[in-house]
């Protein structure tokens, strides 16, 4: 399976921007679906995560501003991202797990302006 990101570019502070992760196959089976994210000169951290039965999981700097969605019949999962801050600058990847095996999408690029 491989993930295809997009949705990413130049947005002022406050703005919004939707991420799509789009799967070439079936994204029911996976376990984990999830959004992670590296700024230049940091690690690559969790933002969100849809697991198994539809719980999520959000990193605490995003909760209340960011929604991770995904629609099987697409195969394609979502990041809404909205009231965005320079701090969310960074590039945006998504992945996937299926038992022991995970799957990552390339990144794309969020630029927040103050």
């Known amino acids: 399976v491989q993930l295809q990101a997009s949705g990413g570019g130049l947005v002022q502070s406050g703005g919004s921007l939707s991420l799509s992760c789009a799967a070439s196959?079936?994204?029911?089976?996976?376990?984990?679906i999830d959004w992670f994210r590296q700024a230049p000169g940091k690690q690559r951290e969790l933002v969100a995560a849809?697991?198994?039965?539809?719980?999520?999981t959000y990193a605490d700097s995003v909760k209340g501003r960011f929604t991770i969605s995904r629609d099987n019949a697409k195969n394609t999962v979502y990041l809404q991202m909205n009231s965005l801050k320079p701090e969310d600058t960074a590039v945006y990847f998504c992945?996937?797990?299926?038992?022991?095996?995970?799957?990552w999408g390339q990144g794309t690029h969020v630029t927040v302006s103050s």
């Open positions: 992945h996937a797990r299926r038992m022991l095996y995970n799957y």
């Open positions: 196959g079936s994204i029911a089976s996976f376990n984990v």
């Open positions: 849809i697991i198994d039965g539809g719980t999520t």
